[in-house]
T-cell receptor
Framework: EADIYQTPRYLVIGTGKKITLECSQT?????MYWYQQDPGMELHLIHY???????EKGDLSSESTVSRIRTEHFPLTLESARPSHTSQYLC??????????????FGEGSWLTVV | DAKTTQPPSMDCAEGRAANLPCNHS???????VYWYRQIHSQGPQYIIH???NNETNEMASLIITEDRKSSTLILPHATLRDTAVYYC????????????FGAGTRLFVKA
């Protein structure tokens, strides 16, 4: 069973507030990802990291930022939230090991509503 | 990573087999076929993966054609809880994971 955790699960905040979505995994995976998904729509990769101090932007442009100071921790931050940031944010990790496969494990998601 | 094509939606009667097709005609020799599913509002969940041989686990079976250009995910006895969006993805078994998930197939299992 996957061990990847996201907090908070649900968050309602006002416009202009700074928020951080937390993501932690206990599997020792080097690779971690953030996806954004609106209800009924496709998953879009917004950030990824291949290890400590490595972060890259994904296919979908996002005003959020990420950091990877520790292997197990990959937080996402919005400096000034806007209603357009309302969405579900999904954190994931993968091992990328030829012998053990490259299954991607997802957290349960963080639902963000900006009012 | 190779692109995949899936039908947007399918129906299946409860208790019957659900056969979900996927085309991946540009797959390269060292890319695997992975299947995930996403039940409403949850994060996607891994189902099964394979390279060229057919695979079976407790959740499903994966049939890959000999030329590897297409595959079929089989849920042998679909239940109402199998209603979800199913994603077929092809990617390497090493390295990072930047594969686009796409729209997947929305499977409706009906009583």
């Amino acid at each position: 069973e996957a061990d990847i955790y996201q907090t908070p699960r649900y968050l309602v905040i006002g416009t202009g507030k700074k928020i951080t979505l937390e993501c932690s995994q206990t599997m020792g995976h080097d690779k971690m990802y953030w996806y954004q998904q609106d209800p009924g729509m496709e998953l879009h990769l917004i950030h990824y990291s291949y290890g400590v101090n490595s972060t890259e932007k994904g296919d979908l442009s996002s005003e959020s930022t990420v950091s990877r100071i520790r292997t197990e921790h990959f937080p996402l931050t919005l400096e000034s939230a806007r209603p357009s940031h309302t969405s579900q944010y999904l954190c994931a990790s993968s091992e990328g090991n030829r012998g053990r496969g490259n299954t991607i494990y997802f957290g349960e998601g963080s639902w963000l509503t900006v009012v | 990573d190779a692109k995949t094509t899936q039908p947007p939606s399918m129906d299946c009667a409860e208790g019957r087999a659900a056969n979900l097709p996927c085309n991946h005609s540009t797959i390269s020799g060292n890319e695997y076929v992975y299947w995930y599913r996403q039940i409403h509002s949850q994060g996607p969940q891994y189902i099964i993966h394979g390279l060229k041989n057919n695979e079976t686990n407790e959740m499903a079976s994966l049939i890959i054609t000999e030329d590897r250009k297409s595959s079929t995910l089989i849920l042998p006895h679909a239940t109402l809880r199998d209603t979800a969006v199913y994603y077929c993805i092809v990617h390497l078994n090493t390295g990072g994971f930047k594969t686009i998930f796409g729209a997947g197939t929305r499977l409706f299992v009906k009583a």
